[in-house]
């Protein structure tokens, strides 16, 4: 056992050691610039709420969630979705909204609150991509941490960007948001609270189960305020994680807490039941949100269709070859999370 995780560490060093050559090489899957292609038939639904619930991992499961429940009695649940690793905020929200892996985006905690990205990056958002397709959509970004709306969406798109460093607040905001007329092609949020208590008691406690079940009521706010906006009736409803935490508290590695996360979707033509399919990844997110409204996917995306989410449409194949480093480096990251003992 020994012998084998150090073969695993030699080899991953090794790897590392490659990342400069593949970063520096730009035919590797290199993307023309924001390149959702216009696309005349949208698709089945006019908008896709996406609520980031910051840090819950696999764990809606295992607390109180009334909320989570009656939204997706008839809808499609995974709760072993692969997150990217290093099993952090920034890597993870960043895939979500490129379609593609780390090792592709290089978006992390530290970056994402320094350097700006505007519509010349190589891995452009779905807002992007959206933006493109739908050049007079109103796309809405709602977040607690400030990082997803100055590092990770572009600038230059016109997303309307909102922050507020209270969950509790940030929800009042959407929901008045919404009640002021407004509907979103696109609308992103991040809510903060499980990660807090994460971190500060392991994902074992009280206090995080507690804040699962708040995060909860922030949901059903906002699901409700949609419903009565009739947002709900072309709206596809998406509830998703970055990462989970160990029992001690925190993440970035390897375990299955802090690398397995959620992905909660419903919506009119959503598989009732629908499970998804052993690969899906966080990063698909893009290509669910794409899928709904009808926009292609650019090509140099790596995030899939997966397959069992909606009805009457077959998952689509991982393209591994856009994703050289990823390729490589995610089986051994998967095999040290199997032999990583739960923590
Ligand atoms: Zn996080």
């Known amino acids: 056992m020994k012998k084998a995780l150090s073969v695993i560490f030699a080899a991953l060093l090794v790897l590392c050691c490659m990342i400069p050559a593949f970063a520096a090489d730009p035919s590797v899957g290199a993307p023309a610039l924001c390149i959702g292609k ?7 639904y006019k908008h896709v709420f996406i609520i980031g619930i910051d840090g819950v991992g ?12 009656r939204i997706f009695a008839n809808g499609a649940v995974k709760y072993n979705v692969r997150t990217e690793v290093p099993t952090d905020s920034g890597p993870n929200w960043a895939s979500m909204l490129t379609g593609v892996s780390y090792y592709r985006h290089w978006i992390h905690n530290g970056n994402s609150g320094e350097v700006r990205r505007d519509s010349s990056t190589k891995t452009p958002t779905i807002f992007c991509v959206a933006r493109n397709a739908m050049p007079n959509a109103e796309l809405a970004s709602f977040v607690n941490w400030n990082n997803i709306n100055y590092g990770m969406i572009e600038t230059d798109i016109g997303v309307t960007e909102h922050q507020n460093s209270s969950d509790d607040a940030l929800t009042d905001d959407i929901c008045a948001y919404f009640d002021a007329g407004n509907q979103p092609a696109l609308f992103f949020v991040q809510i903060d609270c499980v990660d807090a208590a994460g971190h500060g008691y392991g994902s074992e406690s009280t206090q995080y189960y507690d804040a699962i079940h708040e995060a909860d009521g922030y949901m059903g706010r906002i699901y409700d305020a949609a419903v009565r906006n009739g947002l709900m009736e072309d709206g596809l409803f998406i509830v998703t994680a970055d990462h989970g935490h160990t029992i001690a508290g925190g993440h970035g590695r390897f375990s299955k807490r802090e690398s397995l996360t959620t992905i909660a979707v419903t919506g009119k033509t959503v598989v009732n039941g629908g499970k998804m399919d052993l690969s899906t990844r966080d990063r698909d997110i893009a290509s669910i949100a794409l899928f709904a409204l009808g926009i292609d996917k650019p090509l140099h995306m790596s995030s899939r269709l997966p397959a069992n989410l909606f009805e009457n449409t077959a998952g689509e194949p991982r393209q591994m070859i856009l994703e050289p480093l990823d390729a490589i480096i995610s089986p051994f990251m998967w ?3 199997l032999f990583t003992p739960d923590r």
């Open 58 to 69: 696999q764990f809606f499961e295992r607390a109180d969630t009334p909320n989570f429940d």
């Open 335 to 337: 095999i040290v999370t």
């Open 38 to 44: 216009n696309s005349s038939s949208f698709g089945a």
